[in-house]
């Protein structure tokens, strides 16, 4: 069922595949998304999600398909709505998180185009990639479903705790909930794979980082596991700075996605030493056009990792930037080093 990274940890193999690889730097997936009046019935459309998801495979050598979706369905199925604007970003309608709120169901009927376009992507693949499946991390949806979007500080959601620690709280488990249903879902389907993305990780204020950035991960693993999904589960702590060594110790993740701010020879020392590590390459190297920059960047990726169980990507998405060329440039430089 699983593949290369399963084998992972008793061979040399280093996998390799690009977070947001199906998105806009691939001059065919704008004509995949012109055809929807929104995002979201992008992300719900069966065509377009099994098109979107297989679409980098065209071009690269990789080793996974990612699911093509966004975190924000979940917000968006709990009732707020949920827009993106270009150059602007996701918005999110304002929402009253009270008693009403809390009783709100989160049916995973709403997904099912989702699970139909899982079994046709399982059909596409090579039984050698893996299909990932992910979702956002409870305090990351929060962030976006309290501040209405995306911020430089997450002011409105850090206010939103301190005013009402218990209400946040609240809020919180009711997403971890949600999140863990939504990934076993997608592994019912068929995902090989399940990542949880903490985006906004670096705004949790420190007083409450084990309790909004670890336990959370911590409590959606447990639940997982506890219904036999036995997949490798992938979790990143966007620029969580210091507080990644104990992520990688607590949060229960297999493997610990290393974001492009992280002194990777310091992460590799102090990491635990019992998970796989994922990432550490900035995605805005593959936009320049210095190839000695590139293949300086990806030895030395190289170089550290060569005693660690390392998937190898970039810290965090690719941008619309992105050279398709330099993509490529990258993947034969893994082939040749090896």
Request: glycine residues 4%; aromatic residues 12%.
């Amino acid at each position: 069922m699983i593949s290369k990274l399963v084998k992972l940890k008793n061979s040399n193999i280093k996998p390799k595949w690009f977070l947001r690889q199906s998105g806009r730097h691939i001059p065919e997936y704008f004509s995949i998304r012109d055809k929807h009046d929104t995002f979201i019935d992008f992300c719900l459309n069966e065509t377009s999600i099994v098109n979107a998801t297989i679409l980098p495979l065209k071009y690269y050598n990789i080793d996974a398909a990612i699911l093509f979706s966004d975190i924000l369905l979940l917000p968006h199925f709990l009732g707020q709505k949920v827009t993106f604007k270009k150059g602007l970003g996701p918005k999110l309608e304002n929402i009253r998180i009270d008693k009403d709120f809390f009783k709100k169901d989160f049916d995973l009927n709403n997904f099912i185009s989702i699970k139909n376009a899982i079994f046709k992507i399982k059909k596409t693949l090579h039984p050698s990639k893996d299909l990932i499946g992910f979702c956002g991390a409870p305090w990351t949806l929060a962030c976006y479903m309290l501040e209405g979007g995306s911020s430089k500080d997450f002011a409105k959601t850090r206010t939103f705790l301190w005013n009402d620690e218990e209400i946040f709280f609240k809020l919180i488990n009711k997403l971890t909930k949600d999140c863990a249903d939504f990934l076993e879902y997608q592994y019912l389907a068929g995902c090989t794979i399940l990542m949880i993305f903490d985006t906004w990780s670096n705004m949790i204020p420190d007083r409450y980082w084990i309790k909004f950035g670890i336990e959370p991960t911590k409590i959606i693993i447990d639940i997982l596991r506890k219904k036999n999904v036995k997949c490798p589960i992938i979790g990143l702590p966007f620029k969580s700075g210091e507080m990644l060594i104990q992520y990688s110790y607590e949060s229960l993740v297999d493997v610990v996605s290393i974001d492009w701010k992280t002194n990777l020879d310091w992460a590799l020392t102090n990491i635990n030493d019992n998970v796989i590590t994922q990432g550490n390459l900035d995605p805005a190297v593959l936009s320049c056009n210095n190839l000695l920059a590139i293949k300086k960047e990806v030895h030395r990726i190289l170089d550290l990792t060569q005693k660690k169980c390392h998937i190898f990507n970039v810290g965090h998405g690719l941008t619309p930037e992105v050279k398709i060329k330099n993509v490529k440039y990258v993947i034969k430089l893994l082939d040749d080093y090896f």
